[in-house]
């Protein structure tokens, strides 16, 4: 025997409720997204602290400064060419131990000048090399 619960065949509905499938897929679609990149495999390294030092000034350190038209001066005195700059950091380059090199580029200097610096004492051989700056004082108490 076959049993009715609805008043007739016509309002019978064979169609299927997707509502909630989408619902699903979407709370799964946002959990995916939310653990993925929890998920991303990095390599464990210690990186370094940051910390501002005051840079200790030794004899035998040696300052390279660019002016914003580009000239070069060694220890306050100006190199003429880039080749004589080359052989003068090779003469120190050999000296044991090595002295460090604090390039000094203004502000307004362009990057090229500052870079071709750089490029001579790496061609001369010098191993330690630092920038010398100043602080930023615009950040702190510039009311």
């Known amino acids: 025997m076959a049993m009715s619960v609805g008043s007739s065949e016509e ?5 299927i409720n997707t509502t909630p499938l989408v619902d699903v897929m979407l709370v799964l679609l946002i959990i995916f997204l939310i653990t993925i990149p929890v998920i991303t495999k990095t390599v464990k390294v210690s990186l370094p602290k940051a910390a501002n030092i005051a840079t200790q ?4 350190n040696i300052t390279i400064a660019v002016d914003p038209s580009g000239n ?8 003429a060419s880039k080749d004589q700059l080359i052989d003068m950091i090779k003469q ?4 044991d131990p090595q002295p460090e090199v604090h390039i000094r580029g ?13 490029y001579a004492i790496q061609r001369g051989g010098i191993v330690k090399v ?3 700056t100043e602080p930023d ?4 108490g510039s009311r």
């Not at 309002?11 to 169609?15: G, I, L, V």
């Not at 004082?137 to 702190?140: A, D, L, N, P, V």
Request: aromatic share 12%.
């Open 57 to 60: 000034t030794k004899p035998e």
């Open 130 to 132: 630092g920038f010398i």
């Open 92 to 95: 120190e380059a050999v000296k």
């Open 106 to 118: 203004d502000s307004n200097a362009r990057f090229e000048d500052v870079g071709r610096v750089l």
């Open 11 to 15: 309002d019978f509905n064979s169609t």
């Open 72 to 79: 070069i001066y060694w220890n306050n005195e100006q190199v």
């Open 137 to 140: 004082r615009g950040i702190r």
